[in-house]
């Protein structure tokens, strides 16, 4: 098989991955009843946990995992992850399909979606960003339906009304394409989209209605946000979870459980709320962190810790 799939292998791998990430997900439901009062619950069922690999991503070259998806695979394979997001950096290569397609049916760990980005509110940097969405995009559609998780850009001054347009307007395009390959956008945050009573975030609910969340509920923390009110507001447009814990000194925790992050009333939360989409733990850690244990130890623990607590 060439760097790029013919349209009839596409089209075969494409139905059979499908298949792969449906008994993945009936798998997970499996998983969420093993532990948790909140896991006997029946939304419990249909939320798939896997994880980001930020982590690894943060000390590599220009943030590209591709050298190290061999490892970042048995590595969550290992901690008992249902599936993975990747960033886009890991299908810009030409052979990404194929290759991200064996290592995800060798670990039988389904490719959940991607992370995406762009300063989406900058007119200029407009056909940079949505030629970089058009090469990854449709790549991501041959490893079967997924999601996109799309961060629009800071800006470093609050985004005018105009540049509000631009980004929505990127945003529908970049939708568009989405649909076209069989992907789910939803609209990741870190702090900008948040702060200020959640100014650029209802700037672009405001201009895109129906747009989904992914909400990285850590982030919410970080930017003064409740997460429990945060999820009650905008439950019906939820689809998609970043997970992440920091201790009291507002620093990342190893794992998550080993922070202060009340992980239980935000679990109770989305199953008051019937969330029913993808759940990702995403760790990071601030540059001067010294681990205690690798990386895919923290990763367990943290599953362990999602099923636990927060019954998925």
Known sequence: MGSE????????????????LAAATAAASGLATCGGTAAAEPN???????????????????YDITPLLPQIFADMKY?????????????????????????????????????????????????????????VIPRLGKLGDRT???SVGPSRKRKTLEQLDAQAELLRKSIALCQANGVVLNLHNHTYEVQDDLYDLKGTLSRIPDVKLGPDLNWLVRAGVDPV??????????????LRDQ???GR?????????????????????????????????????????????ESLKI???????VMGY
């Open 252 to 296: 990342w925790s190893e794992a998550m459980g080993e922070g202060t992050t009340d992980y239980d009333a935000i679990g109770k939360a989305l199953h008051e709320v019937g969330f029913h989409g993808l759940a990702v733990i995403e760790l990071a850690h601030e540059r001067t962190f010294k681990p205690t244990r690798p990386i895919r």
């Open 302 to 308: 943290s599953r362990e810790f999602v099923r636990r």
């Open 79 to 135: 901690a008992g992850m249902a599936g993975i997001e990747l960033m886009h950096t890991a299908l810009r290569p030409a052979d990404a399909v194929e290759r991200i397609g064996e290592l995800s049916e060798k670990h039988r760990l389904p490719v959940l979606g991607m992370s995406f980005g762009g300063a989406m509110w900058d007119r200029s940097q407009h056909q940079a960003v949505l030629e970089g969405a058009e090469l």
């Open 148 to 150: 996109l998780g799309t």
């Open 5 to 20: 799939l013919n349209l009839a292998a596409s089209a075969e791998n494409r139905i059979s991955r499908r298949g792969f």
């Open 247 to 249: 201790n009291a000194d």
């Open 44 to 62: 419990a069922a249909r939320v798939v946990v896997g994880a980001h690999p930020w982590v690894y991503a943060a000390k590599q070259p220009k």
């Open 229 to 242: 009110k945060f999820i009650r507001q905008f439950s019906k447009r939820i689809v998609f979870l970043h």
